[in-house]
């Protein structure tokens, strides 16, 4: 009699993200030393010739393994990048898989944001850094690496941050965008976007829901800060607010007092 206890049950894949700058070993080795399964590349829009080596030369370690990847382009800015792996990290864990994130492949700025997207979640994601064998003093234009092989892999100890929920990232991006950012406009925007029920529309009711909902809570967090008082107070984006709305994936022009 045949078990089908375990039919269409889905094994957790480990998936790689790896952020491409001069290098190829650092981005193929520990991916199959880790008997990794998939890859996410990260390369940069704008590449010269050796950065293109680089890409095409994982590319074809990768097909000469049998192992799938995908390509996502991206500026060389701190925050898209952040996005992006972000993204990427959300729907791998969606499907139940565990994401390992190369930290060590690309350039400064691709290494930062790579690891700070792996802390902005609680579980089920992994930075690791590849110690290279040796550093190349003579670039080989077939492989112009910087670096080859690998003496060792390191994961990363894990560390998470919380960010707003999407109700409170709603929120900031009103106040962002708000032309006249006081409490009652921004309120009647809240209204019309369904963030704050029209039902109860007295004064009190719509003002304590903004006040106790998302004012405090994001002031107390340093997101925002109430400028003036009374009839003429003001919401504004601090500085570490209007960066955690560029993690969300916003990217417009806030308003600045």
Not at 49 to 67: F, M, N, T, W, Y
Not at 72 to 85: G, N, R, S
Request: charged share 30%; aromatic share 8%; net charge positive.
């Amino acid at each position: 009699m045949v078990n089908n206890s375990t039919h269409n049950v889905k094994i957790p894949e480990r998936v790689h993200i790896a952020p491409v700058g001069f290098e190829i070993d650092r981005v193929v080795l520990p991916f199959l030393e880790m008997k990794g399964e998939r890859i996410h590349l990260i390369v940069r829009k704008e590449r010269n010739a050796r950065g293109d080596q680089c890409v095409e030369g994982i590319i074809q370690d990768l097909k000469r393994h049998s192992k799938p990847f995908e390509l996502h382009k991206i500026d060389l800015d701190l925050f898209k990048i952040i996005y992006v792996c972000r993204q990427v990290i959300e729907e791998e864990l969606k499907l139940k898989n565990h994401v390992f994130v190369n930290i060590s492949s690309g350039g400064s700025i691709q290494a930062v944001a790579s690891h700070f997207a792996t802390l902005t979640f609680r579980d089920g994601v992994s930075a690791y850094y590849a110690y290279p064998a040796s550093y190349v003093e003579k670039v080989d234009p077939s492989r112009p690496q910087a670096s080859s092989g690998i003496s060792r892999i390191e994961v990363i100890p894990h560390y998470s941050i919380e960010l707003p929920d999407d109700s409170e990232l709603d929120f900031l991006k009103i106040v962002a965008e708000a032309r006249i950012p006081s409490k009652r406009a921004i309120l009647e925007e809240c209204r019309s976007r369904g963030i704050i029920s029209p039902e109860g529309k007295s004064k009190p009711y719509g003002h304590v829901v903004l006040e106790n909902k998302f004012v405090k809570p994001l002031e107390s967090s340093g997101l925002l800060m109430v400028v003036d008082k009374g009839r003429r107070s003001r919401i504004s984006l601090t500085e570490k607010g209007l960066n955690t709305l560029h993690l969300s994936g916003w990217f417009g022009e806030a308003r600045r007092d």
